[in-house]
């Protein structure tokens, strides 16, 4: 079965851009997280999507928002990018059940994004 | 404050030789706590999951142990591998499946 994948594994943008980054989950996963990941903070949680729903939603300002499609892949947008917002990305799906904690996790690869 | 402490933040050990990570957390309503490996440049791979009815769980030579009433968990590496070397990071979710992360723990396993 394949692994959660994600696209691209590397970007670079300038300040004030904006930034799509995909994710797909293993087939038949209906909950997608995603989560930053920098030096200093270290993990932490953006939001979860489930059914095409957001069901669970991080400490992050509405600069940041995702959705996802009824084939479960989903879409994180950043918008107004700023320095601070270098980072490791990474999605996690799981089958998703009542909570996404319910189920175990799986990690993709992750996007690193750098904002020069 | 973060609601996940693991300690110690880094550590340095020999080949063959075995160690044991802490993480201490005040998450409540507890629902699960896992403990994940992460390579660099890597996402998180699981290693374990435990819920508040059990106390110890293995996975090869890592096992993981957890004290729900003094919220303490701890993982222990035994006859580590230079394979080792990652960052091991303590993650408690609530009942309402929100995680939260502790710091991690960068392990560093030398010849």
């Known amino acids: 079965k394949a692994g959660v994948t994600q696209t691209p594994r590397y970007l670079i943008k300038t300040r004030g851009q904006q930034v799509t980054l995909s994710c797909s989950p293993i087939?038949?996963?209906?909950?997608v997280s995603w989560y930053q990941q920098t030096p200093g903070q270290g993990l932490q949680f953006l939001f979860e999507y489930f059914s095409e729903t957001q069901r669970n939603k991080g400490n992050f300002p509405g600069r940041f928002s995702g959705r996802q499609f009824s084939n479960s892949r989903s879409e994180m947008n950043v918008s107004t990018l700023e320095l601070g917002d270098s980072a490791l990305y990474l999605c996690?799906?799981?089958?998703?059940?009542?909570?996404?904690?319910?189920?175990?996790?799986?990690f993709g690869p992750g996007t690193r994004l750098t904002v020069t | 404050k973060n609601q996940v402490e693991q300690s110690p933040q880094s550590l340095i050990i020999l080949e063959g030789k075995n160690c044991t990570l802490q993480?201490?957390?005040?998450?409540?309503?507890?629902?699960?706590l896992r403990w994940y490996k992460q390579d660099t440049g890597r996402g998180p791979v699981s290693l374990t999951i435990m819920t508040f009815s059990e106390n110890t769980k293995s996975n090869g030579r890592y096992t993981a142990t957890l004290d729900a009433d003094t919220k303490q968990s701890s993982l222990h590496i035994t006859a580590s591998q230079l394979s080792d070397s990652a960052s091991y990071i303590c993650v408690v979710s609530d009942s309402w499946g929100k995680f939260q992360f502790g710091a991690g723990t960068q392990v560093v396993v030398t010849p």
């Open positions: 996690a799906s799981s089958f998703g059940g009542p909570t996404a904690s319910s189920y175990e996790q799986y």
């Open positions: 993480c201490n957390y005040t998450v409540s309503p507890f629902s699960n």
């Open positions: 087939s038949g996963h209906r909950s």
